[in-house]
């Protein structure tokens, strides 16, 4: 099956730093990828969808300034969290979806958790 | 706007017996549902999928779901339920423009 890795898996970083997130779909190319974010004991909140070659869409409410997204190719995308604070610490889970079918099922990653101290 | 429901924050099951996680859509058109699990400290995996066809839809780890539309449903089953069941499940919908909406989540605990 479509395999999807995340690195790190966890990072803990000092407030005011910057965090970049790696997803990369192992065994099949990606030209979307998406990006949530997860809360303790809380649903999965779509944050943007990443498009290879092509600026990242994010969803209202989200920074594009504080949680940049690039895509640079069609197995690797990457969240960069700029200047962190303790209120982004979460579970950042990337997911893609292999090109063909409208209605093919994402394949997830294992997750980052960040903290932010 | 797209939206699905689980209307239990938690489920709990002896181990052997059947088990039924619920959850409700609503949407404009033919939806697409979804069902996932989550491990502790791990990302989604796919269970299954209903897009057309049979309404009672066969995944993975002898985990099924039942489509209906007169109850607006897509309640996930398994006939006889195990320890290792015990994990968190989202269901969720595709909207229109094929962006993944979740429900809240169910967490099922098997006992043994």
């Known amino acids: 099956g479509a395999v999807v890795s995340q690195h790190p898996s966890w990072v803990i970083c000092k407030s005011g730093t910057s965090v970049k997130i790696e997803c990369r779909s192992l065994d099949f190319q990606a030209t979307t990828m998406f990006w949530y974010r997860q809360f303790p004991k809380q649903s999965l909140m779509l944050m943007a969808t990443?498009?290879?070659?092509?600026?990242?869409?994010?969803e209202q409410g989200v920074e594009k300034d504080k949680f940049l997204i690039n895509h640079a190719s069609l197995t690797l995308s990457t969240l960069t969290v700029t200047s962190a604070h303790p209120e982004d610490s979460s579970f950042y889970i990337c997911?893609?979806?292999?090109?063909?079918?409208?209605?093919?099922?994402?394949?997830f990653g294992p997750g980052t958790r960040l903290t932010v101290l | 706007a797209q939206s699905v429901a689980q209307p239990e924050d938690q489920v709990n099951v002896a181990e052997g017996n059947p088990l039924t996680v619920k959850c409700t859509y609503s949407v404009s058109g033919n939806p697409y549902l979804f069902w996932y699990v989550q491990y502790p400290n791990r990302g989604l995996q796919f269970l299954l999928k209903?897009?057309?066809?049979?309404?009672l839809v066969k995944g993975s780890y002898g985990f099924e779901a039942e489509f209906n539309k007169s109850q607006t449903s897509f309640h996930l089953k398994k006939p006889s339920a195990l320890v290792s069941d015990s994990a968190l499940y989202f269901c969720a919908v595709r909207d229109r423009f094929q962006k993944l909406v979740f429900g809240t989540g169910t967490r099922l605990l098997v006992s043994p």
């Open positions: 209903y897009i057309t066809g049979d309404n």
């Open positions: 997911s893609a979806r292999p090109p063909g079918l409208a209605f093919n099922e994402q394949f």
């Open positions: 990443s498009n290879e070659g092509s600026k990242a869409t994010y």
